[in-house]
Structures are given as structure tokens and as C-alpha cells.
């Protein structure tokens, strides 16, 4: 099972993941990791390296907040190792979407991350004129 270590600034993804559980059910194998103002890239380094011990799964996945901020620069260091990946743009449609699919490798759950993010943001303004307009 791919494990997920998901990183915000403050306490989004501890949030997150209690709304996702109130969806999904008690999750296994992941963990949250909330940065606190002034932390330093070195501390946030070394929360990550105990959760990747206490997750203790073949595969990890690294879902974080924002592409160029401190979560996403601590955890690319983490990407060297073949095992681990990082994918940025955190929300809930992508954990609702990549749960299922957490036996099937961290390549595949990466993609489905990615797919799911971009999926989950829509103009329903938008979308509902192009509906409208198709009748």
C-alpha cells in the first residue's frame, strides 16, 4: 500500500483529512504534518523523515499544499529516493480519488493525483450556461 504523508501550511491538511474520514472512514497509513510560522525547512525535514519510519510502507506518496513553498521544498528533497514521490495542489476530490487506488503503486496513484486535481476544480457557472446552451 502506497502511504501518504500530506503537508500544509498551518493546519489545512490535518482538517482535510478529518473531513475526508468523515467521507471515507478511519484512514490507515497516513499521516499529517503541519507547518508552524517560523518553522524552518531543516524541522519540517525531519518530521518527514519520522512519519516516512512510522508509516512504514514499500511506497510513499508526499501531497502537499503549494508548488515553491517550504512543505514543497522540504519534501522534494525527499523525491531522490525511487520509493517516494511529491505532488503539490492538495485537496479533496485528490484523496477521495487516489484512496482506492493506494494498491496499485505509486506511479499510478501519482497520475490519479494529478488527473483528480485538475478535475476538481469547476466553473459551474460555467458549465451550466455550456449545458444550457447544448439543449
Given at each position: 500500500m502506497v502511504g501518504i504523508i500530506a503537508i500544509s501550511h498551518g493546519t489545512f491538511v490535518k482538517a482535510l483529512i478529518d473531513s475526508v474520514e468523515m467521507i471515507y472512514g478511519k484512514l490507515d497509513k497516513i499521516q499529517a504534518i503541519c507547518l508552524q510560522k517560523g518553522e524552518s525547512t531543516d524541522s519540517l525535514n525531519t518530521k518527514i523523515e519520522l512519519k516516512i519510519k512510522e508509516l512504514d510502507t514499500d511506497e510513499?506518496?508526499?501531497?502537499?499544499?503549494?508548488?515553491?513553498?517550504?512543505?514543497?521544498?522540504?519534501?522534494?528533497?525527499?523525491?531522490?529516493?525511487?520509493?517516494?514521490?511529491?505532488?503539490?495542489?492538495?485537496?479533496?476530490?485528490?484523496?477521495?480519488?487516489?484512496?482506492?487506488?493506494?494498491?496499485?503503486?505509486?506511479?499510478?496513484?501519482?497520475?490519479?493525483?494529478?488527473?483528480?486535481?485538475?478535475?476538481?476544480?469547476?466553473?459551474?457557472?460555467?458549465?451550466?450556461?455550456?449545458?444550457?446552451q447544448n439543449k
Amino acid at each position: 500500500m502506497v502511504g501518504i504523508i500530506a503537508i500544509s501550511h498551518g493546519t489545512f491538511v490535518k482538517a482535510l483529512i478529518d473531513s475526508v474520514e468523515m467521507i471515507y472512514g478511519k484512514l490507515d497509513k497516513i499521516q499529517a504534518i503541519c507547518l508552524q510560522k517560523g518553522e524552518s525547512t531543516d524541522s519540517l525535514n525531519t518530521k518527514i523523515e519520522l512519519k516516512i519510519k512510522e508509516l512504514d510502507t514499500d511506497e510513499i506518496l508526499i501531497l502537499v499544499d503549494l508548488l515553491g513553498g517550504t512543505p514543497y521544498n522540504a519534501s522534494s528533497f525527499w523525491i531522490k529516493n525511487p520509493r517516494i514521490n511529491v505532488v503539490t495542489g492538495i485537496s479533496m476530490p485528490m484523496l477521495l480519488e487516489i484512496l482506492p487506488h493506494r494498491n496499485e503503486g505509486l506511479e499510478k496513484v501519482s497520475e490519479i493525483a494529478e488527473e483528480s486535481a485538475k478535475n476538481g476544480v469547476v466553473n459551474v457557472g460555467k458549465k451550466y450556461k455550456t449545458l444550457a446552451q447544448n439543449k
